[in-house]
């Protein structure tokens, strides 16, 4: 496979496919990569390493983007372990190469793989010369962890951007979007944003503010495709999720245990689409995918939450979705809230709560049931439905 992504430049990441949840935490069905690459000038330098699991093989192939050379410098963009977990081995391999991070990075270097000796200092807009290349870089704090910079090489203008414009799915047969479409991981970007990323909106903002300058002919992310062909597409969709910009659309999330808030959730959406709405995605939160639910929620305006009333409280995974949407202070939404109880209702009251704590924009006329449908009329189905699609 041509690892070549640019001048002197040679990917030498990995493809994940084994492991089931990436941070122990988010489906990973079509895998993950863990890119990493080589900058082999008159000195070489590494960027970024993988994940531990995949240290040998990473080596292996740090051996032939060099020819063999030995690793002058390691630039540590970021500390996550999915790419600092095969720093202690890189630097057992080459005990001469000089570790390269900010004072944030070197510090956790040193908290997490006891490394002292052998660091560079960086800050803001520094740059080191590597012969007819050389690697400026930027601070790009809570992109994803504060001590997350980018780097750019002045030669090729290749941006290594960490987290940033990185996505789920690992690289079938490809590594740049010559040979990889960016249509094929569009999903999984926006899915791994909202659930890795989707927290540091306003951090994201001020990054692509500072990089905005900056001329890009190659972004090089640490997860998902390089891009070359498609910086204007992705740099959008960056630019768009950061923003909690959102199409016109709605997402149905109920809890049920047994039908009776489902079925009434069937109606609304079948109402919703009456109303005109096209785009509507209904999960059931007790056996949906909530990386999916997230990344649909990072897309559509509408948010319909359902939940029965559970010991005088929100049905858990309800309770759970709505805590990481207020995690990851998602603006700009309009919820509808549908609440359900036997005796004495609690759910709906969590909703307006949570609501008014964060905020949010709600639609006024919530549906409530008693015991069964047989306590909602149709007409406020119809009602709801019809003020929610023309708020949306
Ligand atoms: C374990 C459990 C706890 C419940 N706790 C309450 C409660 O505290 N207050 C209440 O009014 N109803 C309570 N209910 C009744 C449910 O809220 C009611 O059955 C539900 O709203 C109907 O919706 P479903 O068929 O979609 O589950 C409870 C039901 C179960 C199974
Ligand atoms: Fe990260
Ligand atoms: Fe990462």
Redo the contacts with the bound molecule.
Sequence with gaps: MDRKIAENIYYIGMNDRTTHRFERLWSIRRGVSYNSYVVADEKTAVIDTVEASCAEAFCKNIEAATAGRPVDYLIVNHMEPDHSGSIATLRRRYPEMKIVGNAKTLQMITGYYGIEEGLMEVAEGDTLSLGKDSLTFYMAPMVHWPETMVTYSNNTKTLFAGDAFGCFGALDGGITDEHLLFEDYYDEMVRYYACIVGKYGAPVQKALQKLAPLEIKTIAPTHGPVWKRSIDKVVKVYDELSRYAAQRGVVVAYG???????SLCEEVACSLREQGVEKIKVYDLSSADISEVLRDIFLYRGLVIAS?????ELFPPVRELLDSIAERTVKGRLFGFIG????????LKRCNEMAEKHKWEVLPCAIE?K?SRLSVSDHSIENFAKQFAEAL
Excluded at 340 to 347: F, G
Aim: aromatic share 18%; net charge neutral; proline share 5%.
């Design positions: 049920s245990m047994y039908g009776n808030t489902a029965p009333t559970y010991n005088n359900s109880y036997t005796w004495a209702s609690a759910a049931q015991q």
